[in-house]
């Protein structure tokens, strides 16, 4: 029995893909990913095509780090999740994830990730706004 016979809903997809990630399972993860699965990572102009490239990319990551799931929210197929990822030498990271789950795979994601207060902070805005 896969994996995904077990848990169809969308959220549970995207939350056990962390919970799966967190836990190193890269045959966890790949189990609910489609294999002609497509994640764009705007921010740094990549496209992963394919499960095998998406579970390798993650898979060989520098170690240090953890994730914590921050929320998961949907609309029917349309899954977002924001994650938070720190990192013992790269630092903190945060990821606000879009997915779409069919079928009881991710079929597609788009993924925007940035270090804390990495973002510089125009002094223009300093009057409307306070520092977290």
């Known amino acids: 029995m896969e994996p995904t016979d077990i848990i169809q809903e969308p959220t549970d997809i995207v939350r056990a893909l962390w919970e799966r ?4 399972d890269w045959a966890g993860v790949g189990a609910l ?17 394919g ?9 060989e990551y520098p170690e240090g780090w953890s994730i914590e799931v ?13 994650v938070e990822v720190p990192h013992g030498a790269a630092g ?24 804390l207060g990495t973002d510089p902070s125009p002094q223009w805005r300093a009057p409307y706004v306070e520092r977290i």
């Open 21 to 24: 990630m967190q836990a190193r």
């Open 92 to 115: 903190t990271f945060r990821a606000a994830s879009f997915w779409t789950v069919r079928d009881g795979l991710i079929t597609r994601g788009r993924e925007y990730w940035t270090g």
């Open 51 to 59: 499960r095998e490239n998406f579970v390798r990319i993650n898979a």
């Open 70 to 82: 921050l929320r998961v929210l949907a609309s029917g197929d349309e899954v977002v999740s924001e």
């Open 33 to 49: 990913v489609a294999k002609d699965a497509v994640v764009e990572w705007p921010a740094s102009g990549e496209r992963i095509r």
